[in-house]
């Protein structure tokens, strides 16, 4: 079976984030190459590249971009063109599948003999999703794969295509600077739907003031109005990486675990044992965490 990973590069910079397409590609048992608008000095180590360049095609231009990955498509004939869901993923592969007439299943979480995994329900439950046909379009959830470093010799095709684009990349505006940045936080305390109403968040605020932290949340919280929007951690809110993050009554679905799985100590307090934020904690704390939180936080103040 024959994949086709559909790598990132921003700003000049090779994403790690396509190393999880090759985790992914290794869990299916699957031949890997990769595609990248991308720079020769930036690439991979090692496997198989279809590389066209950034500087003539832009970072980003999907009538441009579509039109290389077919190229590379039709020079590999791979079984699945695999892209991240991401920004560059889910504008993408639409365009790719409708050129290809494939079916495309989004945000994949995990596979297994051959059936894909995708989070429906908001993340509550998962779908076993199974393509009609025997080739696909897929996209993978940020943070559902480990990271893979591709294998093999470095080799290394050009890719380039002069057809006149209506579309020009123009460059990335940084979003306007509002409210907390929790990228920079060395701890953050988060409050998940299990803090139950919004006045109980203050109990998960004060544990973060004694700790010196900030106050995250994940997205439900914020949903409800119990907390501001720029305290989400998840997919759909910040990437932190702090040295201690406390999750409270947070379950741990993908989306939030995309945010935060990078954060060099996990506590996490959860009346379940069973909750799957336990999977990436170091330290699950099983608890009520009206109980739990204002014990801990009286402690830290002594
Ligand atoms: C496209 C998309 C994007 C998304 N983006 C994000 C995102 O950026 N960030 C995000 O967080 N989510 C995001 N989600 C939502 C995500 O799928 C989950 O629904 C969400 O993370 C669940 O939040 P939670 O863990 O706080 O709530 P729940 O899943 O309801 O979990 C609550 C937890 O609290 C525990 N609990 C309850 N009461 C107590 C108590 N008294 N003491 C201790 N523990 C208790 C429960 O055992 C449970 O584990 C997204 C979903 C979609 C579909």
Redesign the pocket.
């Known amino acids: 079976m024959k994949t086709l990973l559909i790598g990132e590069y921003r700003e000049g910079k090779f994403l790690d984030s396509t190393y999880e397409l090759f985790g992914f590609a290794a869990q299916l048992g699957a031949e890997t190459s990769l595609f990248l608008v991308g720079s020769e000095s930036t690439l991979p180590a090692g496997g198989a590249i279809y590389l066209a360049d950034a500087a003539s095609c832009g970072e980003y231009n999907p009538d441009l971009h579509k039109l290389l990955i077919l190229d590379a498509v039709q020079r590999e004939n791979p079984d699945y063109v695999v892209f991240l869901h991401s920004s560059y993923g889910w504008d993408l592969a639409p365009r790719v599948a409708a050129a290809l007439k494939l079916a495309q299943v989004s945000?994949v979480i995990g596979v297994q003999d051959g059936v894909f995994e995708v989070?429906c329900c908001?993340?509550?439950m998962r779908r076993s999703v199974k393509p009609a046909g025997p080739k696909a379009v897929l996209t993978i959830q940020a943070g559902a794969f480990q990271g893979v470093q591709p294998t093999g010799a470095l080799s290394v095709t050009k890719l380039s295509n002069d057809t006149a684009s209506p579309m020009e990349f123009v460059g990335y505006e940084p979003a306007e600077a509002k409210g907390i940045d929790l990228a920079r936080a060395e701890i953050i305390v988060s409050a998940?739907?299990?803090v139950?109403k919004k006045e109980n968040v203050q109990i998960i605020a004060a544990l973060a003031k004694a700790l010196g932290g900030e106050l995250g949340a994940?997205?439900?919280?914020v949903d409800a109005e119990w907390v501001a929007h720029d305290h989400?951690?998840?997919?759909?809110?910040q990437t932190v990486a702090p040295k201690l993050y406390v999750a409270?009554?947070?379950?741990?679905?993908?989306?939030?675990l995309a945010?935060m799985k990078k954060s060099d100590f996990i506590l996490a307090?959860?009346?379940?044992k069973d909750?799957p934020?336990g999977e990436v904690a170091d330290v699950l704390v099983v608890?009520?965490?009206?109980q739990f939180v204002p014990a801990l936080t009286a402690q830290l103040q002594k």
């Open positions: 945000e989070g908001n993340g509550k998940g739907r299990g139950g994940s997205r439900p919280v989400q951690v998840g997919t759909t809110g409270c009554g947070i379950s741990g679905a993908i989306q939030h945010g307090i959860n009346k379940d909750a934020i608890a009520d965490l009206m």
